[in-house]
């Protein structure tokens, strides 16, 4: 079993930054990769990031360039840097982590006012 809890959510203004964590923790050597999900209202959740436990990227089109997501290995760790936010950004925020079985956390809201 994995257990994961995000942190840093909040309210911001367009053109603001926040930084979201990822607390793992558990059986995390069956885990190799990592990812943010985000769900808005009324709309599915969608990806935001990946990154595999050795440290491969990949991300959504419409983040591209203005998130950066990363991890810290030693610390079970996983993290979102957003910057640039933009009132489209406002969502729900999702910690995944994937191996035998797929694990969420329960969410952190990031708001972003225009």
């Known amino acids: 079993q994995v257990q994961l809890v995000e942190s840093g959510g909040g309210l911001v203004q367009a053109g603001g930054s926040l930084r979201l964590s990822c607390g793992a923790s558990?059986?995390?050597?069956?885990?190799?990769?990592m990812g943010w999900y985000r769900q808005a209202p009324g709309k599915q959740r969608e990806l935001v990031a990946t990154i595999t436990a050795g440290g491969i990227t990949n991300y959504a089109d419409y983040v591209k360039g203005r998130f950066t997501i990363s991890r810290d290995n030693a610390k079970n760790t996983c993290y979102l840097q957003m910057n640039n936010l933009n009132p489209e950004d406002t969502a729900v925020y999702y910690c995944?982590?994937?191996?035998?079985?797929?694990?969420w956390g329960q969410g952190t809201q990031v708001t972003v006012s225009s």
């Open positions: 558990g059986s995390m050597f069956s885990i190799y990769l």
């Open positions: 995944n982590a994937a191996g035998p079985n797929y694990y």
